[in-house]
């Protein structure tokens, strides 16, 4: 292990970012403890890596009593936590009145929800042991509007307020938050179509959407090495923006949102109380 090894928790260990994180800090020395949806999806690094450098367990992040156990059994196995990594996520694509109850359910238990709970869990003992990171991955849908992913950017703006609020709780006890921000990968899960939106501009969006045309421009493995340095930057970011679609998209719907607001300057001052001086 390496002189400056760190003990991470890191949920959705199975594929994409955060399997490509999992094996990265694995390979340099740290160690890891790693969460999936299916115990066999971590098999195959149970068998390569040491006990006392993985510990992997099944969690899902609906269940709010099971994350606190794991993250509990976590942080008691490896001694300490100082950094914890919540890859994990929801899409769905639907226009909003296509949606379930039951997807809506879904969505937000895991894409919010879920992120809370894993912050919740971790806070008593990043606080105890005098700090340590959280990073949490999300979406452009904090900043941007697409239609069809209404639900999904509901909670993706849920976790920007959360994140932002809870950073400035934790601040005085050493621990750092940052939103890793990435153009939204394509949706698992989706609605079934209602006939009127086929007579709207939204039909010939959801072929685009649907056909694996779309799909984000960053790398897995370089963004997953891009969070490991993240772990390291003083100070801290409370956003990261990784992908030039992601950080265009982002730029774009700032902007525009500037735009919109400066328009307003005087409808907006109008309504102060009287005897307000500007």
């Known amino acids: 292990m390496t002189a400056t090894a760190r003990s991470w928790f890191v949920t959705g260990a199975s594929s994409g970012l955060g399997r490509h994180l999992t094996e ?18 971590l098999d195959d690094l149970a068998v390569a890596h040491a006990r006392d450098r993985l510990w992997a367990q099944v969690l899902d992040v609906t269940d709010a009593d099971a994350v606190r156990r794991t993250v509990d059994a976590a942080c008691a196995a490896l001694g300490r936590v ?10 769905l694509l639907g226009a909003a009145e296509e949606i379930t109850d039951a997807q809506l359910r879904h969505q937000l238990d895991t894409g919010l929800l879920g992120a809370v709970r894993i912050a919740r869990a971790a806070l008593p003992h990043l606080r105890e042991q005098g700090g340590g990171r959280i990073l949490q991955v999300t979406g452009t849908g904090g900043h941007d509007a697409l239609p069809l992913m209404s639900l999904r950017l509901a909670a993706a703006r849920g976790v920007e307020g959360f994140f932002a609020s809870l950073a400035r709780e934790v601040a005085p006890f050493g621990i750092r938050i940052t939103l890793i921000e990435q153009a939204d990968a394509p949706a698992a899960d989706r609605a079934v179509p209602l006939a009127a939106y086929e007579r709207t501009p939204l039909a010939e969006l959801r072929r685009t959407m649907t056909s694996g045309a779309v799909r984000p421009l960053s790398d897995p493995a370089k963004t997953a090495r891009a969070v490991l340095d993240c772990a390291d930057l003083e100070p801290a970011p409370l956003r990261l923006v990784l992908g030039s679609d992601a950080y265009e998209t982002t730029r774009t719907a700032l902007a525009r949102r500037l735009a919109d607001l400066e328009v307003q300057r005087e409808i907006a001052w109008s309504t102060d109380v009287d005897d307000v001086r500007h």
Request: net charge neutral; no cysteine.
């Open 24 to 41: 990265l800090l694995l390979a340099r020395g740290d160690r890891v403890a790693a969460t999936a949806l299916r115990a066999s999806e």
């Open 82 to 91: 100082d950094v914890v990594v919540n890859t994990l996520g929801s899409g």
